[in-house]
């Protein structure tokens, strides 16, 4: 018997790319049961009317349905109301600007029942940025059931942190609570993580199903580096709470260090616009003072002692000397170092 499958699609703000995604959610090959739960969050352009002309004209054997939301509530709560309403004995998520190609569900869906029902099955994809030249990533079929297996594939970077192109067992998705974080962003970080610490059994296969498009002025391209780094100490502050509670086990220092990189890389990336931009000494001062505390520790946990200037810096930041910490800084980036990369 076929498994039924939920396409879950949060739609904000695509008009221009929601025909594309709605045709190859139609183009599916796979002949098992579908549902595809667009969730209307409320946008401010006319994705949602392109949307209804495209499903009045559609005569098909997916079950299309739109629920919408009263106002606009992010990609995390579109998501979850996806998970509360579907019906589908696996769940994948879409995102409303990229697609999916003829033979996803089907291929995701096979290895689904060859291997007797996995908790996750992850295909491989392909990116493309404008003007950039397109990316593809290639797993190759392997089958992890060992779950200490499971979390470090996931912590060197072997299986992708994205909560869409995968398919996930409804029912593990529901034993064990895994709903999206709300009011964060970077929400497929934390979620990835919970979901890898709890799975018991992943597939990967070589075939592309999905098409993941990198466009301008997105929600992951526009957003903030402030906001970055606070959803980042959010992420940190779940997963340890989640340890704490017993949810899961972290896997020593390497679960940690993962959560203390998330937070690193916002960090960093802070510190290079700051010396990169035209800000006057009396900005950039202040704008190292209002760094949280909590993450001061960290900047310097990172800042390795391989030179004199980073063993300065490293030092200075422990006294709090911002202003000599300012000048070195920069200093080193007028020769055109990236001290933090």
């Not at 600007?97 to 007797?116: H, N, T, V, W």
């Not at 709890?198 to 992951?220: C, D, F, H, N």
């Not at 402030?226 to 959010?234: E, F, G, N, P, V």
Request: charged share 20%; with cysteine; aromatic share 12%.
């Amino acid at each position: 018997m076929a498994l039924s499958v939920s396409i879950i699609v949060p739609v904000y703000n695509v008009e221009n790319y929601i025909k594309d995604c709605f045709q190859s959610i139609v183009d599916q090959t796979y002949t098992g049961p579908i549902e595809c739960l667009f969730i209307d969050d409320c946008g401010t352009d006319n994705s949602i009317v392109v949307l209804k002309a495209l499903m009045s004209k559609y005569d098909g054997p997916i079950n299309m349905r739109l629920l919408h939301h009263d106002k606009n509530k992010g990609l995390s709560v579109a998501r979850n109301t996806g998970i509360s309403y579907s019906q589908g004995e696996y769940i994948f998520f879409l995102d409303s600007d990229d697609q999916l190609y003829p033979g996803s569900i089907s291929c995701l869906a096979r290895a689904a029942m060859d291997e007797k029902l996995p908790d996750l099955i992850l295909g491989s994809y392909q990116v493309n940025i404008p003007d950039h030249v397109i990316n593809r990533f290639k797993y190759k079929y392997e089958v992890l059931d060992n779950h200490l297996q499971i979390v470090n594939a996931f912590l060197k970077g072997n299986l992708y942190c994205m909560a869409h192109n995968k398919l996930i067992r409804h029912d593990f998705i529901s034993k064990n609570q895994l709903y999206f974080k709300e009011g964060i962003i970077h929400e497929d970080n934390l979620w990835s993580f919970q979901s890898y610490h709890l799975a018991q059994k992943v597939v990967t296969i070589p075939e592309q199903t999905y098409y993941y498009l990198i466009r301008m002025g997105s929600i992951m391209t526009s957003m903030s580096l402030d906001r970055q780094l606070s959803s980042a100490k959010i992420i940190k502050e779940e997963i340890l709470k989640d340890a704490h509670d017993g949810r899961y086990e972290l896997v020593g220092d390497d679960s940690l260090n993962y959560v203390e990189n998330l937070l690193w890389v916002k960090c960093s990336a802070i510190l290079n616009q700051i010396y990169k931009s035209e800000m006057i000494r009396k900005e950039r001062v202040s704008r190292l003072r209002s760094f949280p505390d909590d993450l001061k520790p960290l900047m310097r946990n990172y800042l390795f002692s391989g030179t004199a200037f980073l063993s300065m810096l490293n030092y200075l930041l422990r006294l709090r000397q911002y202003g000599l910490f300012d000048a070195i800084m920069k200093y080193l980036y007028s020769r055109n170092q990236q001290v933090f990369s």
